[in-house]
């Protein structure tokens, strides 16, 4: 099982940016896909989490701006990102809890994509 997750790049404050997270190989089910981001010298945080049934949840710093998604057909989460701030900028990590057996893992990360914003 893998995520490949793409979208990232340079941008303005104010701008806005897509992050896509495709998982692939075998599995039964995804379930909880997420975003999280890790900024230098900060902790990894939460962005954005999207349940199969589609309930989501977000980190306070980026309600009302930014938007997470999924196409169950696709196995792909995205994350819409509008009115991007400079410290919006770290590294974007999607992340899928995937119910894959025989494998006992569950928690797959993708390999994060960059987001830099500047002012």
């Known amino acids: 099982v893998q995520l490949q997750a793409s979208g990232g790049g340079l941008v303005q404050a104010g701008e806005s940016l897509k992050l896509s997270c495709a998982a692939s190989g075998t599995f039964f089910t995804v379930n909880i896909m997420g975003w999280y981001r890790h900024a230098p010298g900060m902790q990894r945080e939460l962005v954005a989490q999207?349940?199969?049934?589609?309930?989501?949840t977000y980190a306070d710093s980026v309600k009302g701006r930014f938007t997470i998604s999924r196409d169950s057909a696709k196995n792909t989460v995205y994350l819409q990102m509008n009115s991007l701030k400079p410290e919006d900028s770290a590294v974007y990590y999607c992340?899928?809890?995937?119910?894959?057996?025989?494998?006992?893992?569950?928690?797959?990360w993708g390999q994060g994509t960059l987001v830099t914003v500047s002012s």
């Open positions: 999207i349940t199969r049934g589609g309930y989501t």
């Open positions: 992340n899928g809890n995937i119910y894959a057996p025989p494998s006992e893992k569950s928690d797959y």
